[in-house]
């Protein structure tokens, strides 16, 4: 089963800013938290991991409160090539991940 | 950053033949490797874990004898659809990660999409 709840799908505008949250009860203390992005008929691909506090890189920022049972990966200004599904997973070290559903971000003009 | 890269991207095969598909880590080495598939919208379901140098780890439910895994160096492993059939058609993905000290990323393939005709 996998680790980590997170909503189905978002719609959101070109320029707005997206927060997708996720909740990880059941995080270890190992644990990081890191957000994928999925296009069609792609690999998912890195955008951001944290332990715990915020973190922030040039595409997103990921916001840990201090429980870490949950998290929230914020996009600024998005554009309709934002578009995708984006995976919050948990996972320590080498440890198989483990996919939820995601959540399907629709950027509309 | 690193780079994984699956080869083929795309593949058509008939009923009862067999597929590979290769994942190779570009830039570094990866004692494990991870293979995925995903049915048109959902989510990504591992398969297997493939270590190298010995045999793959199966999560439950994967044939082992259909899926056939070889991890035989440390920047390739290959996965091996025997006997495929329509039910089969599927995008396959790999990843490795790259243990970094305090964190580790997955690097994933840009995935193979298996149609059995």
């Known amino acids: 089963l996998a680790k980590t709840t997170q909503p189905i799908s978002m719609d959101s505008y070109e320029g707005q800013e997206v927060n997708i949250t996720c909740s990880h009860n059941?995080?270890?203390?190992?644990?990081?938290i890191t957000w994928y992005q999925q296009f069609p008929s792609q690999g998912p691909r890195f955008i951001i991991q944290?332990?715990?506090t915020k973190v922030t890189n040039e595409v997103a920022s990921l916001f840990i409160p201090a429980d870490r049972k949950s998290s929230t990966l914020s996009l600024p200004r998005v554009s309709l090539s934002d578009t995708a599904v984006y995976y919050c997973?948990?996972?320590?070290?080498?440890?198989?991940?483990?996919f939820g559903t995601g959540t399907r971000l629709l950027v509309s003009p | 950053g690193a780079v994984v890269s699956q080869h083929p991207s795309r593949v058509i095969c008939k009923s009862g033949t067999s597929v590979k598909i290769e994942c190779r880590s570009l830039?570094?080495?990866?004692?494990?490797m991870f293979w995925y598939r995903q049915f048109p919208k959902q989510s990504l379901m591992l398969m297997a874990t493939?270590?190298?140098?010995?045999?793959?780890?199966?999560e439950q439910g994967v044939e082992k004898d259909k899926f056939l895994i070889n991890h035989a160096s440390l920047t390739l492993s290959t996965l091996t659809v025997t006997s495929a059939h329509p039910e089969d058609s599927s995008f396959y993905i790999c990843?490795?990660?790259?243990?970094?000290?305090?964190?580790?990323?997955?690097?994933f393939g840009q995935g193979t999409r298996l149609t059995v005709v």
């Open positions: 990843s490795a990660s790259r243990a970094e000290i305090g964190n580790t990323e997955a690097f």
């Open positions: 059941n995080i270890a203390t190992n644990d990081y």
């Open positions: 944290g332990y715990k």
């Open positions: 997973l948990v996972n320590t070290g080498f440890q198989k991940l483990v």
């Open positions: 830039d570094f080495q990866a004692t494990t």
């Open positions: 493939s270590n190298e140098g010995s045999k793959a780890t199966y």
